[in-house]
């Protein structure tokens, strides 16, 4: 694969501003609310990703999650209905906030320093996996920055995207994409013969992991590619920051595995897990910001405050890059095979 390192260091503020995230803030605060207020309908589950069904309960910000005590993974139990949500996503204020004004605003920078690499990765891993040049799926293609990116390179015959919510289908559609609008989990799938899909983002979200996992795995052809991303509970920022503290933990993302639990998943779903990277790029700068608006102390860690504050300039990038290689980063990245 290529070494897709920056050259320019990735902050927060680059593909979320500090006023479109303020509001942002309240479009996810109505959501939560309604999100909340489904909590009659929950199920209980076993864990996404060993089935184990004890463990460490807890609350983050009012949504009642579970530590797995045989894998680590930790998930929102009881959870929302099937049902439930896929009205959620169908119609998240948030989510339309997304597509109306914060991915427009950030489009060009979010190509640049996300879609762009992403799209070089995705297409270094197929070939080096010895994937076809037919079909690519990609799960959750939002506004198709990727899938643009991918399409410019001109790697695969065919593309397609599936996306749940109606104005980011709209926008796929608009750039010429063959577009499934529909759930992740329910996205008509088996038999597509696909060379590779690509999923970014999308199975921490879902209410049953390793039924879609499956479903994937029936689109795929013999030896096709899978490249799936999500957040790893065990990196940078919720080890330091917390459950409580850290952003990325909430709303939405209810399956909260970490490298070794999501392996263990994709096995047993009939995939061969190749590979397992943690390429984030946002670790040190969200603790960072979390610092700056003295919503995270540090002043009993010397060398947090050292690298995150003091001497960031020189510090900061060689230590993203250091939890990136070395498994550390909250964001990950598996490569399997059917």
């Not at 990116?149 to 063959?178: S, Y």
């Not at 060379?195 to 996992?213: K, M």
């Not at 050292?306 to 980063?329: C, I, T």
Request: proline share 6%.
């Amino acid at each position: 694969m290529t070494d897709d390192s920056p050259g320019t260091p990735l902050r927060e503020e680059d593909i979320r501003p500090a006023d479109l995230k303020a509001r942002l803030r309240e479009y996810m605060l109505r959501d939560r609310d309604r999100w909340l207020a489904g909590r009659p309908g929950w199920v209980t589950v076993p864990c996404p990703a060993c089935g184990g069904g004890e463990g460490r309960a807890f609350e983050v910000r009012g949504y009642a999650f579970t530590e797995c005590a045989d894998c680590g993974t930790a998930f929102h139990n009881p959870r929302p209905s099937e049902q439930q949500l896929a009205d959620y996503y169908a119609n998240a204020e948030s989510y339309g906030f997304w597509a109306r004004e914060m991915f427009p605003a950030t489009a060009e920078k979010r190509r640049e320093s996300i879609a762009r690499p992403q799209a070089r990765r995705v297409v270094d891993t197929v070939d080096a996996m010895g994937g076809g040049r037919g079909l690519l799926v990609e799960i959750g293609a939002g506004s198709g920055l990727v899938l643009e990116e991918i399409r410019a390179l001109g790697r695969f015959d065919r593309l397609l995207a599936v996306e749940p919510t109606p104005g980011l289908a709209g926008m796929l559609r608009d750039k010429g994409f063959e577009v499934f609008e529909s759930g992740w989990e329910t996205a008509p799938l088996e038999g597509l013969q696909a060379d590779a899909v690509c999923s970014f983002e999308v199975i921490e979200h879902l209410f049953d992991p390793g039924a879609y996992l499956r479903a994937v795995r029936k689109a795929l052809r013999p030896g096709g590619v899978l490249v799936l991303t999500c957040p790893n509970i065990r990196g940078f920022d919720f080890q330091v920051l917390g459950y409580d503290n850290a952003d990325n933990f909430g709303l939405g993302h209810i399956n909260m595995f970490h490298p070794a639990s999501l392996s263990t998943l994709l096995e047993s779903c009939g995939f061969t897990v190749r590979a397992v990277a943690t390429p984030g790029r946002l670790d040190a700068d969200l603790v960072r910001q979390k610092i700056l608006r003295g919503a995270f102390d540090v002043s009993a860690q010397p060398f947090l405050r050292r690298v995150l504050v003091e001497d960031w300039d020189r510090l900061g990038e060689p230590f993203q890059a250091f939890l990136r290689e070395n498994g550390l980063s909250s964001n990950m990245m598996v490569t399997a095979t059917t």
